[in-house]
């Protein structure tokens, strides 16, 4: 092997359109431990034991609710059955609260004029105008048709008045909605 001099060019030589060290990017490090499964969506053990902790919560609020309670709620949520386990599933993994939507559009029906409480109900969808029934059902004393019509615009009709006169017991319907809140 020869011996290489200092004026002999290096072994090795970037092509001339490679980028010069100041030209380049730096590069991102990555980010390691907790911070790297937060940036990529993963629960860090902190985050899953406080959700394990909330779930755990809730059940337990569902255990402690009557059964009435707790059979409204699953018809409000959707829960295949009254069950704790049911219920729980069903609470902390839907994204809204049925009842909160069921609630906001009592508010409307009953703070409106009695035109403006028609054409609510006519705009509401068939499971919308069944979560408003079992509400005002399960709250009030108010008498509400058990089936109500296909066509909006005769349900509407049929539950204005009714839903317009209910006198809900805002206590209970506070803490069904403390049940269904994650």
């Known amino acids: 092997m020869s011996e290489q001099t200092v004026l002999d060019p290096p072994l090795h030589t970037d092509p001339p359109d490679a980028e010069t060290p100041a030209e380049r990017k730096p590069r991102k490090r990555r980010a390691t431990?907790?911070?790297a499964s937060a940036k990529r969506g993963r629960p860090t053990a902190r985050t899953a034991k406080?959700?394990?902790?909330?779930?755990?919560?809730k059940a337990e609020e569902i255990a402690e609710t009557d059964d009435d309670t707790r059979l409204l709620a699953a018809e409000l949520t959707?829960?295949?059955?009254?069950?704790i386990a049911d219920l729980t599933t069903t609470i902390m993994s839907s994204k809204t609260s049925p009842l909160e939507a069921a609630v906001a559009d009592l508010t409307i029906i009953q703070a409106g004029t009695l035109p403006e409480a028609v054409v609510h109900l006519v705009g509401m969808s068939q499971p919308?105008?069944?979560?408003?029934?079992?509400?005002?059902?399960?709250?009030?004393?108010?008498?509400?048709?058990?089936?109500?019509?296909?066509?909006?615009t005769d349900a509407?009709?049929?539950?204005v008045e009714p839903v317009r006169a209910a006198v809900i017991d805002d206590g209970a319907l506070q803490r069904l909605i403390r049940l269904l809140a994650k």
């Open 156 to 159: 509407a009709l049929m539950l």
């Open 33 to 35: 431990g907790a911070k």
């Open 78 to 83: 959707g829960a295949e059955t009254p069950g």
């Open 50 to 57: 406080a959700t394990l902790l909330r779930i755990a919560s």
């Open 128 to 152: 919308e105008l069944q979560a408003l029934t079992r509400l005002v059902t399960a709250f009030s004393t108010q008498d509400l048709p058990g089936q109500l019509p296909a066509k909006s």
